[in-house]
């Protein structure tokens, strides 16, 4: 099935979590930013909050991301995750997606992906999404609060990680059904 579906959100909505799972429902590929970016601060030998507040004076980092993402949508039959895939892969998107959730659901989800305190999580991802919120609206002239973009609002803190799985795979089977009969 060649579908292009983005999974956006901020930190710890479940972006990767999902786009996983529905990538591997479909047998679509699956490429997070997230990801990307992480690996970047890794070879540069920096945290990702330093590399995001690199990132907030020079855009050379967002740029490489950026381009594969495009790249990636391009190519399609791929899910891709990150908070502005729906923005950079609009044009090539079939379905955007966007999942929200409490700064409480986040944080936790982080904390424990990463083992550190929920304090150390939030003081961490807190600086990082404000960063961010500021990079994005300088460079590219998005507001990340800005929803109407997508097709599917989720909050992921109601219910269970499988449960909003099956909402996100019902909603691509819907799709599917009414937009591309063969």
């Not at 409490?102 to 990082?128: F, P, Q």
């Amino acid at each position: 099935m060649n579908l292009v579906i983005t999974i956006s959100g901020l930190h710890g909505t479940g972006k990767s979590t999902i786009a996983r799972a529905i990538s591997k429902a479909f047998n679509l590929r699956h490429i997070s930013a997230g990801d990307l970016f992480r690996q970047i601060a890794f070879k540069r030998g920096l945290t990702v909050s330093e590399l995001s507040k690199l990132s907030a004076k020079n855009r050379s980092v967002d740029d490489v991301v950026d381009e594969r993402t495009r790249s990636e949508a391009k190519r399609g039959s791929v899910v891709l995750d990150g908070l502005l895939t729906g923005w950079l892969a609009k044009d090539h998107a079939d379905l955007k997606i966007f999942l929200v959730a409490s700064e409480t659901a986040r944080i936790t989800r982080i904390a424990g992906r990463e083992g550190i305190s929920y304090n150390t999580a939030r003081e961490a991802t807190l600086l990082r999404e404000g960063l961010e919120k500021r990079r994005f609206n300088r460079f590219y002239g998005v507001d990340i609060r800005d929803m109407s973009l997508y097709d599917l609002v989720l909050n992921t803190g109601l219910l269970s990680v499988d449960a909003n799985i099956q909402i996100i795979k019902t909603f691509i089977r819907e799709y599917v059904k009414a937009y591309r009969r063969k």
